[in-house]
């Protein structure tokens, strides 16, 4: 009996210059639709110059489960962190 | 505000020496303040929980248009029309975000709206009040959004990320519906003798039903003390309700109107007033189906779905035949290349 229509996570990039982030999902037929849509529930109050729209089911995840050893390997190289370096003070700004 | 009497899966809280080894780590994360995801480990109880208070606040959005709705075309003026048809699209949204909160934790959006059709699911007692004049629509943006503001805040750090996002979200858009109301309400009741009356009698109906927006009291509220210690439950019904009249009281003074609860009193000891409990009966019988307007509500949105059917599956038809066209095109295309 429903013939529901498909979920859509949109993603909207703000006024300035920047990557288009997650806003939020909603239902439409199409994609034409769902970014119709997603500009009037997500960019009532001028919250985005361009929206991407695509349907959830093609989005792959990483699963939750990970979350520890998935990333753990960047725990012990702190060395990638600028910090980790020492340089004299009367080197000046580096 | 907008999910009163929710019931909690389980019975009554668990204590740690109750739970498995993975739910442990679950309350853990809770405890340590962690947000928890869609596709993370959850107790089956906490999930059936957030669907029904998830659920029920989207309905209360989606109900809570049709007592302002019904004022949309005789706004006094066209400003007044552009404001509130903007509100009223906001609820809208409101309701679309709590809906895609509710489908990450694996129900369809159409088997809520189904719940909520055959009366197994509420929705906010407060939305079977009718608008009866202008004043109720400076009184309803005031003081009921307002109530949810005070609710929502609270609910911001709820433990379930989807929501606590939803929230966040809601909160930001939602100032503009008080101070809309809160204006209404300043012109009324510095206009005429007849517009302060209209006023005066706005708050008069709705002080109480207010009030009830946050649930029966801690004392009697049985569901309460398990969605707390899960954090889908912030903060308790009198507390969040202490907190709304202390902040309502000062704003009734600066209007020059008058509660009507003869016995509030500041109580310097506790730092907030002192106020009568609403009518807890009355309460009841609303959320058994007995208000004023419930059967007008539901009614309303039952007609909305149905009437719409042919347009949801219009839509869906045209979308698979462009997209079965779109292939047939491709098909062909890719052909006449070799």
Redesign the interface.
């Known amino acids: 009996m429903s013939n529901e229509w498909p979920l859509w996570e949109i993603f909207i990039r703000g006024q300035h210059g920047m990557s288009h982030r997650h806003v939020g999902s909603l239902h439409a037929p199409d994609a034409e639709t769902a970014i119709r849509n997603g500009r009037d529930v997500y960019t009532r109050r001028n919250e985005g110059v361009s929206i991407w729209a695509v349907e959830s089911a093609h989005i792959a995840a990483s699963a939750p489960g990970d979350k520890g050893p998935y990333y753990d390997p960047s725990d012990s190289k702190i060395y990638r962190h600028p910090t980790f370096f020492d340089i004299p003070d009367e080197v000046g700004s580096m | 505000m907008y999910a009163q009497m929710v019931k909690t899966s389980g019975s009554g809280v668990k204590s740690r020496s109750e739970m498995g080894a993975q739910e442990q780590a679950f309350q853990a994360r809770i405890d340590a303040g962690d947000k928890i995801?869609p596709?993370?480990?959850m107790p089956d109880e906490y999930r059936k929980t957030l669907i029904r208070q998830i659920g029920q606040h989207a309905h209360s959005e989606i109900v809570g248009q049709l007592p302002e709705g019904n004022w949309i075309t005789r706004a006094p003026t066209l400003e007044r029309k552009a404001i509130l048809l903007?509100k009223v699209?906001?609820e809208a949204?409101h309701g679309?975000?709590l809906y895609?909160a509710a489908?990450t934790l694996g129900v369809?959006?159409?088997e809520l709206l189904t719940e909520l059709h055959a009366g197994r699911m509420k929705y906010s007692s407060i939305f079977n009040y009718p608008t009866l004049n202008w004043a109720d629509i400076g009184a309803v943006g005031w003081l009921v959004d307002g109530a949810a503001i005070v609710n929502q805040v609270a609910l911001q750090r709820t433990s379930y990320g989807p929501y606590s996002?939803?929230m966040v979200?809601i909160c930001k858009?939602e100032s503009f519906h008080a101070r809309q109301g809160f204006v209404i309400m300043m012109k009324m009741a510095s206009g005429t003798p007849a517009q302060r009356a209209m006023a005066q009698d706005a708050l008069d109906r709705l002080w109480y039903p207010s009030l009830m927006m946050f649930g029966p009291s801690d004392k009697d509220s049985v569901h309460s003390e398990q969605s707390m210690a899960w954090k889908i439950k912030v903060k308790s019904n009198d507390e969040l309700r202490q907190k709304y009249v202390d902040q309502t009281i000062p704003q009734i003074e600066y209007l020059g109107l008058k509660c009507p609860d003869a016995d509030i009193r500041w109580n310097g000891e506790k730092g907030g007033y002192d106020f009568s409990e609403p009518d807890w009966a009355e309460f009841y019988e609303v959320i058994k189906g007995n208000g004023p307007c419930n059967k007008e509500r539901l009614g309303a949105r039952v007609k909305a779905w149905d009437d719409g059917e042919w347009v949801?599956?219009g839509?869906?038809a045209?979308?698979q035949k462009?997209?079965a066209a779109k292939h047939a095109a491709a098909q062909e295309g890719s052909g006449n290349v070799e």
Do not use: I, T, V
């Open positions: 995801e596709r993370d480990w903007a699209q906001d949204g679309l975000y895609c489908e369809s959006r159409d996002r939803a979200r858009e949801r599956d839509l869906m045209h979308a462009k997209a």
